[in-house]
T-cell receptor, first 115, second 111 residues
């Protein structure tokens, strides 16, 4: 049973528009959430994160929103650029350092930004 | 060069063969992880290690063996490869904060 789900396997958006990626989780023990970006033939790279004590975190064009009651988070990319075309993974961590920060990943969403 | 490196980048092996994927990191991070990436499943944890000589199973450990005799190395061995183990394998390390640094991956094909 997947504890972290990204229900949209792909997303196509026009350059300059907003990209919204969604992620749902089931484990209420998760207390830290991350987004990773992955280009073909490369490893995932960290993009942005949010702690469960916050409901929003912003870094430049990237904003992550967390709705704990709904067990839902989203990543907004504004404005979207062609270089944002990649696969985005949502990840969650619980029990912090005691568990060695094991991350549970979602299935990924492939984003295509059209020029 | 500093970083985390995986080798080989690509590997084709036959069913039943033993194959070892290598992972080396230069930061002396305590934690190291092996994930596999499959379509529809995202990244799934195979094994992880909290320190040298300390390893534990992840979500999908069957058919895999790991060792960590030195902090910087974390090899993953498929004892008898099966077609279901065809995947892209990623190694990652962490300094006990929440972020991981991933290697570039090993694409393994079992024929």
């Amino acid at each position: 049973d997947q504890q972290v789900k990204q229900n949209s396997p792909s997303l196509s958006v026009q350059e300059g528009r907003i990209s919204i990626l969604n992620c749902d989780y089931t484990n209420s023990m998760f207390d830290y959430f991350l987004w990773y970006k992955k280009y073909p033939a490369e490893g995932p790279t960290f993009l942005i994160s949010i702690s469960s004590i916050k409901d929003k975190n912003e870094d430049g064009r990237f904003t992550v929103f967390l709705n704990k009651s709904a067990k839902h988070l989203s990543l907004h990319i504004v404005p979207s650029q062609p270089g944002d075309s990649a696969v985005y993974f949502c990840a969650a961590s619980g029990e912090a350092k005691a568990a060695g920060n094991k991350l549970t990943f979602g299935g990924g969403t492939r984003v295509l930004v059209k020029p | 060069d500093a970083g985390i490196t995986q080798s080989p980048r690509y590997k084709i092996t036959e069913t039943g063969r033993q194959v070892t994927l290598m992972c080396h990191q230069t930061w002396s991070h305590s934690y190291m992880f092996w994930y596999r990436q499959d379509l529809g499943h995202g990244l799934r944890l195979i094994y992880y290690s909290a320190a040298a000589d300390i390893t534990d199973k992840g979500e999908v450990p069957d058919g895999y063996v790991v060792s960590r005799s030195k902090t910087e190395n974390f090899p993953l061995t498929l004892e008898s490869a099966t077609r279901s183990q065809t995947s892209v394998y990623f190694c990652a390390s962490s300094d006990n904060t929440y972020g991981y640094t991933f290697g570039s991956g090993t694409r393994l094909t079992v024929v």
